[in-house]
């Protein structure tokens, strides 16, 4: 339970014996400096419900307050509000938990699955897939820390138009390995990045299809371009530390009778229909002002939609409670008809949760680089990693609110400078180390400290700050926005590089003062860890 909680809890609980009915909803919030630690308008939202003016009330939970040896003074401020300063024992016990170690809260171990990237292995991973990618990835990271029992999905189409359309681009550029040009088709693959594995092929086939093409052929090579696109997928995934507990295969779908058991489902809820040679799955009969949509096209193949249907059907066969898409900002018209379709596969509310992302442009000096998956115009995440490396990459596709179209400013993200937000943050972090290694060498020990000489306003606000672990840790997990990690270590970093700047914490003459600052510098480092080991960040001992 965070320190805020702790007081929200407490003044709830005043006012309840002091009137005898719960309060209305109230916060609790840290104020400017110099009224207090922690504020509250309790007062004031619950006049009207008490029929009271607030003063009143105030003064009547002042009684009540006041006898918690939590709060070292409560005060009345204005027309009603009340301030905090709590108990020097509160952060002291506070302090020393984090010393030892940084608990998470811990909720029921219901069964959830994360699916994201998902991307058909039509070429490399873009900037777009790895902001995805981190996305899921941290939420994935929280939530296992919190209980739950989590698992990583990947789901790839392995058959379809798009697949056939690889195929026949590396055909193109095999081909054209031998000088004989043949023509891409409309929906093909033009990028160069299928030059490298046209060589491959060649090295193991020879010219054996030069100027072949038939279904064997074809089968051919969309086997070997989809085989290749996924190894480099996978190896561009790791060079991010994401990893997935489950690679689905689309086809696997229609091997095991999915397929057959949704559209049974749905023709069983008449939500099914013929029109024009193809099959209609209803969706304006659950949600009105949506169009229907074709689920069979008239030369009998599913659409993508169909395939997700069943998929979303076998997600839910396999016992998940929850299941969370991580979807582009461009599909966010699909939501609507999955929502339909979940309803009509007699699927729970709350089954079905969609965490949508804005785009991502990336920025080098003055220039922005476009991206275009089919005209090869694009920058591949692998490109973005081996230039800033992976935990630049990490942090800022986590730094901002995935609602928010993100700039990736290249430059920033590769410098080694403390305006560069990760860098900074892992410089707190090792700060701490160089500080515990001098401490040690002077031969000053901090395993018996007291915490009692931590009064100064700036260690009071660095404790009070640790208190908010926890609340940041399932506001992250229910708001979905791992930027809220990223704020927390940045603002905690901020708050220990002034105080390090303004104070001297290892100093031999004053021991017992040195050992209570190594603590809190302890304490700070513990919960940087810990936040960049959930963005799958690294904690440096030296920079």
């Known amino acids: 339970m965070s320190l805020r909680t702790e007081v929200y809890n407490k003044i709830s609980n005043s006012f309840f014996e002091a009137f005898g009915k719960k309060p209305v909803d109230f916060v609790v919030e840290i104020p400017p400096e110099g009224f207090g630690d922690y504020s509250t308008n309790i007062a004031m939202v619950n006049a009207k419900f008490l029929r009271m003016a607030p003063r009143q009330i105030a003064n009547e939970l002042l009684e009540s307050l006041t006898k918690i040896k939590w709060f070292k003074n409560v005060e009345i401020a204005g027309p009603g509000f009340m301030n905090f300063k709590l108990s020097e024992s509160v952060y002291q016990e506070l302090l020393s938990k984090f010393v030892d170690n940084v608990e998470f809260p811990k909720f029921d171990e219901e069964k959830v699955q994360f699916e994201f990237v998902s991307a058909n292995p039509t070429g490399p991973l873009t900037v777009g897939h790895g902001r995805q990618a981190i996305i899921g990835d941290v939420l994935a990271r929280v939530y296992k820390s919190i209980g739950y029992d989590v698992t990583r999905e990947y789901y790839f189409n392995d058959a379809g138009k798009q697949m056939k359309a690889l195929g026949h681009s590396l055909w193109v550029r095999y081909n054209a390995l031998y000088g004989r040009k043949e023509n891409f088709e409309e929906d093909d693959y033009k990028g160069d990045y299928l030059v490298n594995v046209a060589q491959k092929f060649s090295s193991e086939y020879g010219d054996a299809y030069v100027g072949q093409w038939d279904e064997r052929v074809q089968t051919l090579f969309v086997s070997y371009a989809r085989d290749k696109m996924f190894d480099w997928i996978k190896n561009t995934l790791d060079k991010i530390d994401v990893n997935f507990d489950v690679y689905f295969s689309e086809s696997s779908l229609y091997k095991t009778g999915t397929t057959d058991e949704a559209m049974r489902i749905l023709k069983a809820g008449n939500y099914v229909y013929e029109k024009d ?146 860098y900074y943050v892992q410089y707190a972090h090792a700060r701490v180390v160089s500080l515990l290694k001098n401490a040690q060498e002077k031969g000053i020990n901090w395993e018996n400290a007291t915490l009692k000489n931590l009064t100064l306003p700036a260690e009071i606000d660095i404790m009070r700050f640790m208190g908010e672990f926890q609340e940041v840790i399932i506001s992250t997990a229910n708001e979905y926005k791992p930027q809220k990690l990223c704020n927390y270590a940045y603002s905690l970093s901020e708050k220990f590089h002034s105080y390090y700047n303004s104070n001297k914490i290892v100093d031999v003459k004053n021991r017992e003062l040195s050992a209570d600052r190594i603590s809190l510098c302890i304490g700070v480092k513990n919960i940087l860890r810990t936040v960049l080991s959930l963005l799958g960040i690294s904690s440096p001992d030296s920079m």
């Open 277 to 422: 040679g193809t099959t209609w799955f209803a969706v304006s009969k659950i949600l009105p002002k949506e169009e229907d949509r074709v689920i069979i096209r008239k030369n009998g193949e599913p659409t993508y939609f169909f395939s997700d249907i069943a998929y979303m059907l076998d997600k839910y066969k396999r016992g998940f409670k929850r299941v969370y898409y991580i979807w582009g900002a461009d599909h966010h018209g699909y939501v609507p008809r999955m929502q339909a379709a979940a309803k009509a596969l007699g699927i729970p509310d709350g089954f079905f949760n969609v965490i949508m992302h804005q785009f991502v442009t990336l920025k080098s000096g003055d220039e922005v680089v476009r991206m275009s998956k089919r005209q090869g115009e694009f920058t591949t995440l692998e490109d973005l990693v081996e230039r800033v490396g992976k935990d630049a990459t990490r942090y800022f596709f986590a730094m901002l609110d995935p609602n928010t179209h993100l700039v990736f400013d290249v430059d920033l993200a590769e410098s080694k400078k403390m305006e560069n937000p990760v």
